[in-house]
């Protein structure tokens, strides 16, 4: 397994000798990156592929796919899942197959796929501010923006930890609205001693090599509606309904054999992709503990979690730098910290220079999407990785002067 690998200044003195930013070399002699995948068996992979090739069947519909697609329903306990190319392409699906129009309320604290898949088939995302405690869509705020036009809402489970799925049924009840999530950062998480997957009239879940559980690329939309299974199961492939006939317009939304193959094998992993995970989470946590302004993103230990993202909170009222600084700091060091997902999808085009992005209000959504940043883990980080990491902090913040200076040209 490839491993980021140290420095020989910092193996040869075992002490942080001084912080790259202010011109010592960097601490790591190879990039680590947020998002390096978390990989299964691979002699397991190799001999699914191997059954593949020998049995020529490469996509659509395979017994690959279809044993994924029995796996995934069981886990999360929902009785349909339809396995996709992608999430992004499952959420155009999804929406579709809903029949969602007009506009669609969505947060706009999340990745610019959540947006696109409705715009991209000509639905208005009309953006809603978080719960700044959540990072989730605050349903609070989800009122003031239903209109004649609104079909939907489309809740994100950020970091894999849930929306208050309670208070967004209630809304969707109560103006006659239809609701499902994006739940790609949340396979294997639970809410209520529920698995995620069965909230809304759907849910997606992404498995990107960078996901917790990935596929290379890959997604699945899991329901417990059989007729909108059966809708979306036709849109993935073009609309066939058998052979020469098509019943509804669809697009080619299919799960190849290796992509499957692959996530079978990232199944078996399960547990130790979490273990792994949560060992780091701990680490970084006691690590970034004593440190003024920073604050981890914490899950709630009576549920189920990936652990997949380790989110620190830079308050910039209490912490020696800002979030940018503690990120150029970082940058230098090699760790590439993310600031996921700055600046707001509001804030990007299209949507800043369109009504969606120009009349948003957002205030808690700019305030987090300033202050957030995403450290690396998974199976390629060591403890050794995260202390090194949690010894950059340390370093910057007691240098916290002399970086500010240097990074501002003085
Ligand atoms: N909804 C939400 C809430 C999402 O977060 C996402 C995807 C979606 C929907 C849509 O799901 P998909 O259609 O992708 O299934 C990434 C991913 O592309 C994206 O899947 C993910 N969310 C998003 C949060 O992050 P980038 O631009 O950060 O990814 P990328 O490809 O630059 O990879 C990040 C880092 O990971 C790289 O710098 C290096 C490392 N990496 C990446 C890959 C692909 C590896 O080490 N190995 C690899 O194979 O967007």
């Not at 999340?110 to 715009?119: D, E, K, N, S």
């Not at 705020?141 to 994100?156: D, K, P």
């Amino acid at each position: 397994m490839p491993r980021s690998k140290l420095t020989p200044r910092t193996r040869r003195s075992g002490r942080h000798p001084g912080l790259a930013v202010l011109g010592a070399p960097p601490m790591f002699s190879e990039r680590v990156h947020v998002g390096r995948p978390n990989l299964g068996d691979r002699r397991a992979f190799l001999s699914r592929v191997a059954d593949m090739l020998n049995r020529r069947w490469l996509s659509n519909d395979g017994p690959f796919v279809k044993e994924l697609e029995a796996r995934l329903a069981d886990l999360v306990g929902v009785k349909h899942c339809v396995a996709m190319c992608n999430a992004t392409i499952a959420l155009e699906i999804a929406a579709r197959a809903l029949d969602l129009r007009g506009e669609v309320l969505v947060p706009s604290f999340t990745f610019i796929a959540t947006a696109h898949a409705l715009q991209w088939q000509g639905i208005t995302p009309v953006f809603v501010d978080i719960d700044p405690r959540t990072h989730n869509i605050d349903p609070a705020a989800i009122e003031r923006h239903i209109t004649a036009r609104t079909t939907g809402i489309v809740g994100v489970h950020l970091w894999g930890r849930p929306c208050d799925t309670a208070a967004l049924e209630a809304i969707a009840a109560r103006h006659n609205l239809t609701h499902f999530y994006d739940a790609a950062h949340a396979f294997a998480c639970s809410h209520g001693g529920r698995m995620i997957g069965g909230f809304g009239a759907c849910e997606v879940f992404s498995f990107h090599a960078t996901k917790f559980l990935n596929s290379f690329e890959g997604g699945a939309v899991v329901t417990n509606d059989a007729d909108l299974a059966h809708r979306m199961r036709l849109m993935r492939n073009f609309g066939f309904v058998d052979y020469d006939r098509v019943d509804y317009i669809g697009t080619n939304g299919k799960m190849n054999e290796i992509c499957a193959a692959m996530a079978l094998v990232s199944l078996d992993a399960l547990p130790d992709f979490i273990a792994i995970n949560r060992r780091n989470f701990e680490a970084y946590s006691r690590g970034l503990r004593e440190l003024p302004g920073l604050s981890l993103v914490r899950y709630d230990p009576t549920e189920r979690n990936n652990y997949q993202y380790v989110v620190v909170e830079v308050d910039p009222a209490v912490a020696p730098l800002h979030r940018d600084e503690l990120i150029s700091v970082l940058h230098a060091e090699r760790v590439l910290a993310r600031r996921y997902f700055w600046p707001g999808c509001h804030r990007m085009e299209p949507y800043r220079s369109l009504p969606s992005g120009t009349d948003a209000r957002l205030p808690e959504t700019e305030r987090v999407a300033s202050r957030v940043l995403v450290l690396p883990t998974g199976q390629g980080v060591t403890l050794g990785t995260v202390a090194t990491i949690c010894e950059i902090f340390r370093s910057a913040f007691d240098r916290a002067g002399q970086i500010r200076a240097r990074l501002s040209g003085q």
